[in-house]
């Protein structure tokens, strides 16, 4: 019986290590992910800014030379 707990006890003990080491895991990630989405808002808006400028001076190019 006591054989039988020290086990479990280590089984669980594994468990808990697992469990610590996700839960760091899912930080970490968690952190990385919210970079990653401030970076894409950024480069979004510089795409849109981009697209902008663009359309801007293709409206300063007159009609026959688009032609």
């Known amino acids: 019986m006591k054989q039988e707990l020290e086990i479990l006890e280590q089984k669980l003990n594994v468990l808990v ?3 610590n ?3 760091s895991d899912n930080a970490a990630l968690k952190q990385k992910t919210s970079q990653q989405d401030e970076e ?3 480069l ?5 800014e ?3 400028k ?3 001076l293709l409206g300063q190019i007159p009609n026959e ?3």
């Not at 979004?44 to 849109?48: A, G, M, S, W």
């Open 44 to 48: 979004n808006k510089k795409i849109h």
């Open 21 to 23: 080491e996700l839960k």
């Open 50 to 52: 981009a697209t902008q």
């Open 54 to 56: 663009i359309e801007n």
């Open 65 to 67: 030379e688009l032609l």
């Open 17 to 19: 290590n697992l469990l």
């Open 40 to 42: 894409i808002k950024s």
